[in-house]
C-alpha cells in the first residue's frame, strides 16, 4: 500500500476504480456523443427543410422568369422582323426610284 495525499491506497483498489470510473466516463461520452448527434440530425433535417422551400420558390421564380423572357424574346422578334421589313421597302424603293 501506498499513501498519497493522507489517504491510504491500493493498486487493486484503484485499478478496479478506475474501471468502473472509466466505464463511467465512456458511458457519459457515448450518451454525450449522442445527444450531440440526435441535435445535429434534427439541426440536419431543418437545414434541409428550410432548403428545400427556398429551392421551391426559386423553381418558381425561375418558371416566372423564362416565361416572361419568352415575351420578351417574342416581342423583341417581332420589332427585329419591324425592322428588316422597313429597311427592305426602303432600300426597294430607293432602288426603284434611281433605275
Not at 5 to 32: C, M, P, W, Y
Not at 37 to 44: G, H, P, Q, S
Amino acid at each position: 500500500m501506498k499513501k498519497e495525499e493522507g489517504i491510504l491506497f491500493n493498486r487493486a483498489e484503484a485499478s478496479s476504480t478506475i474501471g468502473v470510473e472509466d466505464t463511467f466516463t465512456k458511458f457519459s461520452h457515448q450518451k454525450l456523443a449522442e445527444e450531440i448527434a440526435l441535435e445535429a440530425l434534427d439541426r440536419i433535417a431543418t437545414h434541409e427543410k428550410e432548403c428545400g422551400v427556398r429551392w421551391a420558390e426559386a423553381i418558381i421564380e425561375l418558371r416566372e422568369l423564362r416565361s416572361a423572357t419568352k415575351k420578351h424574346a417574342a416581342r423583341w422578334e417581332k420589332l427585329a422582323w419591324l425592322i428588316v421589313a422597313t429597311m427592305l421597302t426602303c432600300i426597294t424603293t430607293i432602288l426603284t426610284y434611281h433605275l
